[in-house]
């Protein structure tokens, strides 16, 4: 149980188009969902928290414009990474939250051209 | 600043040796302590946790030692096999946040055969 699932596993664009990743939690509601960034050898950083029916919160020096965080539903939040460069391409992790314990998406490899 | 701090940053271990990752934390609010293991290409995967109502917790080979007065924890990993091979990341988090995760830089364990 508590399956997160992430789609695209994988997606490559070109620079200055946008590009959408969905996180759903497969077996279970959650309200709050989190979205990390992990470029390579390094740690994971959180981006921003997204709660169903509100605004995201974004955590300092993360541009709000450039990453859309939508939460519409309980079992759904997407990150839009608009007008993207290569300097966006990353692992895109998202978590959602499960009777309070982080249930981990398998990650989204963004490369920008 | 770094909330979590995390050593060593990689560490080589012989097959069948004892691998250990320390971390140390300075936000006395912090009331959950998890490690994760992650494969490349994969989303972490919570291999075990540790509240500050016990000094240590063990599950299989994985061991976590937690010194509350230091404000420092550790896992051990016991009979290293070479499919332990991953990065490993220590995380906390508080009552308040939630699941909402603080993680430490992470560790690049090596088990030679």
């Known amino acids: 149980g508590a399956v997160v699932s992430q789609h695209p596993s994988w997606v490559i664009c070109k620079s200055g188009t946008s590009v959408k990743i969905e996180c759903r939690s497969l077996?279970?509601?959650?309200?709050?969902m989190f979205w990390y960034r992990q470029f390579p050898k390094q740690s994971l950083m959180l981006m921003a928290t997204s709660n169903e029916g509100s605004k995201a919160t974004y955590e300092q020096g993360v541009e709000k414009d450039k990453f859309l965080i939508n939460h519409a539903s309980l079992t759904l939040s997407t990150l839009t990474v608009t007008s993207a460069h290569p300097e966006d391409s990353s692992f895109y992790i998202c978590?959602?939250?499960?009777?309070?314990?982080?249930?981990f998406g398998p990650g989204t490899r963004l490369t920008v051209l | 600043q770094q909330q979590v701090k995390q050593s060593p940053q990689s560490l080589i271990v012989q097959k069948g040796g004892i691998s250990i990752i320390n971390c140390a934390y300075e936000?006395?609010?912090?009331?959950?302590f998890p490690w994760y293991q992650q494969f490349p290409g994969k989303g972490p995967a919570l291999l075990i946790a540790?509240?500050?109502?016990?000094s240590e917790k063990k599950e299989g080979r994985f061991t976590i030692s937690f010194n509350k007065s230091a404000k420092q924890f550790s896992l051990h990993i016991m009979d290293s096999q070479p499919g332990d091979s991953a990065t490993y990341f220590c995380?906390?988090?508080?009552?308040?946040?939630?699941?909402?995760?603080?993680f430490g830089e992470g560790t690049q364990l090596t088990v030679n055969p």
């Open positions: 995380a906390a988090s508080d009552e308040t946040s939630g699941s909402r995760l603080t």
């Open positions: 077996d279970f509601q959650a309200t709050t």
């Open positions: 540790i509240r500050p109502d016990v």
């Open positions: 936000n006395t609010a912090f009331d959950y």
């Open positions: 978590s959602a939250d499960h009777l309070k314990l982080a249930q």
